[in-house]
């Protein structure tokens, strides 16, 4: 091609005696053409990961218009659409939350902090590791029924707060720990032998220097597996939070309810009242806001930290 | 209590074996390290002399398969035994390591890490600690105007400096350096040399190192180790001029290494 117009043919010919290989010029230019599918087929991919992104904003998006207003936000919930508010549902939320979070913390950052620096290598301890990141992805109704079972009826702490909060932090405990687990591998062993070569004891170690060190790395995994719990709504429907309640929680024995569930009941019954969905919709858009921004929180965090380190 | 105790004599090394799982990586060593000197610890890669010096401060427990045997005295009493915590041997014997390994913190609480974690709080301590430990680690005109900007912001040799600040700044009776200058260029190389050879004043030193002419210039005793043994100890001048052994003779000429 571009070499037969440059050279002439004699030095054409010695260019390809020394070559072992044997230009096939056929198979280059099917190379190149693979090359090409390939490229267009990733791209659709994402093409298409961006379309089902937009009509699901879109659609909730025009059928919360006119919903999503302040007064949704702070009304109480009724069965008539036009009165309905989420005021109950979002203070649900962020009562669960103020379980979930020091929770998932303490015992999450605790064992993994058990796991990576006090526990010896062994295979129990190998066979403990593997599982609890098997447990992480075990579906989160199996958690609800656990919950159901241990803290609904056997504390007998019913569908309350407290009962919601615990099962949550169950759900994403291994999450936390497996990326707190991560957070706290990353620390580099010279700065615990430093340390220790003070005579530092290995708990002064790790809190002077092991977590300082990790905390931004385990912030960012215990916040993306908080937003996940906020999200959740099976485990809460099969710890059996009622559908329609009328009082907003005042204490974490209170039954109550969430947004994620109050999506799920309003879109159960739009078939009797077809501005349950617009509802539905707008309470959507108010869970999209709050995840976006809990991640947000955890990209800046790991993006600061990746700076000072 | 050893009955052979003297008051120059800081390490007493006897019979000391030590295995990596089956390998055993010490053999036998009988050595002593005396007060204020500075003692090198030279041989190939993989002869054991790093293993040997971390054995020193106990560092090498932190490798879960270690098994030691015999006994090392400390001021005549045993390291291994059960009244010896190990926090407070490291307290007594500081180490600096191959890599610096400041903190990521600032020069500042990079010094004052260990008196800090030992109890000083009195901030006129403290600010003295700091000015004194710096100071002996010839770094104090370097940093003294920003004492509370991070340690990562200082030049290889001067993190090197910090370590040996830090180190110092727990008033250590003796120090234990890994190969401290092997990360480093000529000219940090010779200001760590020059800083070894005054803070033998004040400290007993053992330095592992890997180059013979480093250990020639700056430490009293060599031992020289070879596939886990002993192989000679004694004053460096002797080592290095008339080497009782065949083996030493052929590594510091340089045969092999």
Redesign the interface.
């Known amino acids: 091609m571009i070499l037969e117009q440059t050279l002439n043919k004699n030095e054409m010919k010695d260019l390809e005696r020394n070559s072992k290989v044997q230009i096939d010029k056929k198979r280059i230019e099917r190379r190149i053409l693979i090359n090409k599918i390939a490229k267009v087929i990733f791209s659709l991919s994402l093409v298409f990961a961006l379309i089902v992104l937009a009509i699901l904003l879109y659609r909730i998006g025009s059928q919360s218009i006119g919903w999503l207003n302040g007064g949704f936000l702070t009304r109480n919930l009724s069965i008539f659409p036009e009165k309905a508010g989420i005021k109950g549902a979002i203070i649900g939320s962020v009562m669960l939350m103020m379980i979930v979070i020091p929770v998932t913390l303490l015992v999450g950052v605790s064992t993994a902090i058990y796991l990576e620096e006090y526990a010896s290598k062994s295979k129990i301890q190998d066979f403990i590791r593997i599982n609890i990141s098997n447990l992480a992805s075990v579906p989160s109704v199996i958690f609800g029924l656990l919950g159901l079972a241990f803290f609904g009826r056997l504390l007998n702490l019913g569908s309350s707060i407290l009962a919601g909060g615990l099962t949550l932090s169950l759900l994403v405990l291994p999450i936390v720990v497996v990326s707190s687990q991560e957070a706290i591998k990353a620390v580099p062993n010279f700065l615990r032998e430093a340390s220790y070569g003070m005579g530092a004891s290995k708990w002064t170690t790790i809190r002077k220097v092991v977590l300082p060190v990790a905390i931004p790395g385990i912030l960012t995994g215990a916040i993306l597996s908080i937003s996940r719990a906020i999200g959740e709504t099976a485990p809460l429907v099969v710890l059996g939070i009622p559908a329609l309640i009328m009082k907003v929680p005042t204490s974490i024995m209170d039954d109550f309810t969430a947004l994620p569930i109050q999506i799920y009941y309003w879109t159960l019954d739009t078939v009797l009242t077809p501005e349950y969905a617009n509802l539905a919709a707008a309470t959507i858009i108010v869970l999209l806001v709050t995840l976006f921004l809990m991640n947000a929180i955890a990209i800046i965090i790991r993006n600061k930290s990746q700076k000072s380190y | 209590m050893s009955q052979l105790y003297d008051n120059k004599t800081v390490y007493d090394v006897r019979d000391l074996n030590l295995w990596y799982g089956n390998d055993q990586a010490l053999k036998n060593i009988n050595m002593k390290i005396n007060k204020n000197e500075v003692t090198a610890i030279i041989g190939p890669s993989g002869c054991g002399k790093s293993t040997f010096i971390k054995t020193l ?1 106990r ?1 090498i427990e ?1 490798i ?1 398969s270690v098994r030691t045997e015999g006994e090392i005295l400390y001021h005549g009493i045993n390291i291994f035994d059960k009244i010896m915590r190990v ?6 014997v ?2 600096v ?1 191959q ?1 610096p ?5 600032s020069i500042y609480e990079n010094v004052l ?2 008196p800090k ?2 109890g000083v709080k009195d901030k006129a301590s403290l600010e003295e600690i700091l000015e004194t430990s710096l100071k002996s680690a010839a770094l104090w005109d370097e940093v003294k105007d920003r004492l509370h900007d ?1 340690a990562y912001g200082l030049s290889g040799g001067q993190q090197q400096r910090l ?1 040996i600040a ?2 110092l700044a ?1 008033q250590p009776d003796v120090i234990l350096m890994d190969e401290p200058t092997s990360a480093l260029d000529p000219i940090a190389t010779a200001k760590i040399e020059e800083l070894i050879d005054s803070l033998k004043a004040d400290y007993s030193i053992s330095i592992v190192t890997h180059s013979m002419q480093q250990a020639g210039r700056i430490s009293d005793k060599t031992a020289f180790f070879l596939m886990g043994e002993l192989v000679e100890f004694g004053n460096t001048e002797v080592i290095f001029s008339n080497p009782r052994d065949k083996r030493t003779e052929d590594y510091i000429t340089g045969r092999f290494g």
């Open positions: 401060n560092m932190n879960p926090e407070e041997l490291r307290t007594r500081g180490m390591f890599k390994n400041p903190f990521p913190k890490y260990g974690i030992h991070n370590c830090r180190a727990v």
